[in-house]
């Protein structure tokens, strides 16, 4: 069961978007396993990527394509995530956008693949070849909500997000999907990310307003820890709702895009965490008062990764020794403990590194038992601050990564 | 259940170790949770302490009284950390070893104290001091068993390791205690380790020695890779059995301890993982052909952490992906992931990065259904190699600290 309100909004349809999804048999019968993206002409698009080594073929594919050529296609598909498949797997990657570049009569660098399922197979790839012409056949603007089901693997519930601003008195609407949280073998968690808009931005402001927004978004996320080998994020923009291209950081356009971007991404990210395996609760870990955001954020990780504070907040049990700890251990140099304040919500639990004096268990059970909270941490020292978001960890997440095969 | 045969060796008297027990009621009736240690007069004594920066009061008058004199004394509590105890902790350590120094007629810098239980509350003092007398009027050569049953919060079992050894035709003793694995609320894990010989080694050797077995010891061993406050491992030498000093690193002799000590303290690390938390699998993971040993570590510990590689152990299932995604994101620099090999014990999983092509599931799936596996890496670019020990993530693990409160 998904944290709090997971709910799909209205997907507003992005003028110069298109989305094809089909019946692959990829690795089930009866769903739509994969998706297909289509930008019109002219259209921006920005990528990032894991940063694992081990990263799968489609993200090798992607990042050469991205390098050469403005994509007009994405291939998403769900059930295997071709990765730690050797030359072959490349070989299948590039095959998938050769073959969809033919039919749609564009070039192969146009097209990025991305995989996410099981690893270690490869691609039935014939069975995907087959499912390219009826997903272009299916080609419409309005199946943004076919698209978050299409690229879902264990997630319990699709992820959408979806806004309309104005520009210089121009409408226009910013959607996105994502998918992440799913291990059940022999799946391996992936996290993706789409996300369009028909403003006119140019390619290297996609790609900054990209870099900027994964930043505190994607980049912030945590349910375990385990980085995946085929996280991707795409952002395009169309520019089909008209207006003059967004060029430069400085245009106050580009402000407002930020902020519209930001608050989607954020959103999209955090569904992710809301369907985290096993999770029942939504935490935010918000450090400050830090000397720079590379210390807020260890610390951030440090409690967000500690199984100790997962366990104790799936307990609903006001257990701050722990909180202390994992800051404690996070690598921090000269960390005067002194100096260090924590809260639960608005509960002081710890007070210049020790107990609040007016701290009651009480009061932390009452904050530890919401389904929402926030752990905040003052580091006393500097203007620094950063945000992660993360979930419990319960008996649910072992029962579905152990995966008991009958 | 601990993991493997962990029962008690005997446990050879230590001449010029006297060890005193005694029930203080630091937080449970009828056990004994006071435990001091005496060495004789002339003993070298090294410690070893936590990295965590918000170490507990004992850890910080520990370190202050090693810096300025050598220990007579140490005096072990179970039951109360007094961690996050600020300047009042830090006052009641001071206060015990001040007392044990009063009623043994030497000076309070002579006095060690170490804690460990829950977090965050202050030590009940006049329980603690009141003990002392009966723990010393306890004092016996022959009280390691019950010094190990003495030190344990959570453990279920009491660990230790005795060895007899001879150098230039004198037969000494090395024997030693560890506890660890304990986090059930309000305790907060303490890894604590006590070693003695009588030997008669330098006090700058015993220092060399203990550092350089711990790193290869209890520096090798996670559960769930949270940091205690409370971390501390003691060597001490007391020379009581006669013979020349070893002062040299170059003295012969000095790699014979060098070999004995390095044996224990790994079963001492060892005997920790065995009791892990709700661990039903104890997994050494190898790393090998590294350009150094900080990276071999560094990707031991990023699969030894990984909770996704950890559930699919105690499903005994051979998720080989997750290995490889744990090896990937570990954050070494330039690793080519082509020249990667991957065994399970003598399973070949991942050859050049990719799946073996004579691997079998049934054969993964032998392995990982043992109650003790190796995983073993070949990063194929150096000569470099290091090991972690480490247990699998099971739903008692969740339990044990998540501690349902009736």
């Not at 996070?330 to 590194?353: H, P």
Request: charged share 20%; glycine share 8%.
């Amino acid at each position: 069961m998904p944290v709090g309100d997971v709910s799909m909004p209205q997907m507003h349809v992005v003028k110069g978007v298109r989305i094809g999804t089909a019946e692959a048999y990829v690795r089930y019968q009866n769903r739509r396993d994969l998706v297909i993206f289509e930008f019109a002409e002219g259209t921006n698009v920005a990528g990032v990527f894991t940063q694992n080594a081990f990263c799968a073929a489609p993200v090798h594919v992607s990042k050469a394509h991205l390098h050469v050529a403005n994509p007009r296609y994405l291939i998403i598909n769900t059930g295997n995530a071709n990765a730690g498949t050797g030359k072959t797997g490349m070989l299948n990657a590039e095959r998938t956008c050769a073959k969809l570049a033919e039919l749609a009569s564009v070039q192969a660098t146009e097209v990025l693949p991305f995989s996410t399922g099981v690893i270690g197979e490869q691609l039935p790839l014939e069975r995907l070849l087959n499912g390219l012409q009826p997903a272009l056949n299916s080609l419409s603007a309005d199946a943004w909500g076919a698209a978050a089901t299409g690229i879902m693997t264990t997630d319990t519930t699709p992820k959408g997000a979806s806004e309309q601003f104005e520009l210089d008195g121009v409408t226009y609407t910013m959607t996105g999907i994502s998918k992440g949280a799913g291990m059940i073998r022999p799946n391996m968690a992936t996290m993706l990310g789409y996300v369009a808009t028909d403003a006119p931005i140019s390619r290297e402001l996609v790609q900054q307003l990209l870099s900027e927004t994964v930043n505190v978004s994607f980049n912030r996320i945590t349910i375990d820890g385990d980085t995946s080998t085929n996280d991707s994020c795409i952002f395009a923009a169309t520019g089909q709702a008209g207006g003059v291209e967004i060029s430069s950081a400085q245009d106050a356009r580009y402000t407002v895009v930020l902020d519209v971007l930001t608050r989607m991404m954020k959103r999209l990210a955090q569904l992710i965490v809301r369907d985290g395996e096993g999770a029942t609760k939504f935490i935010t870990v918000a450090v400050e008062g830090g000397y720079d955001t590379q210390e807020c954020c260890d610390i951030a990780y440090s409690i967000a990764h500690s199984p100790l504070v997962k366990t104790a907040i799936f307990a609903s049990d006001p257990n701050w020794g722990r909180i202390l700890a994992a800051i404690g251990y996070a690598g921090v140099k000269n960390l005067d403990v002194e100096k260090i304040q924590v809260w639960l919500d608005d509960v002081q639990i710890c007070k210049d590194g020790g107990a609040a004096a007016d701290y009651t268990e009480a009061e932390g059970a009452r904050v530890m038992s919401q389904a929402e909270m926030t752990i905040r941490v003052d580091l006393g020292r500097g203007a620094a601050k950063d945000t992660v978001y993360t979930c419990d960890l319960s008996y649910d997440y072992v029962k579905i990564n152990a995966d008991y095969r009958s």
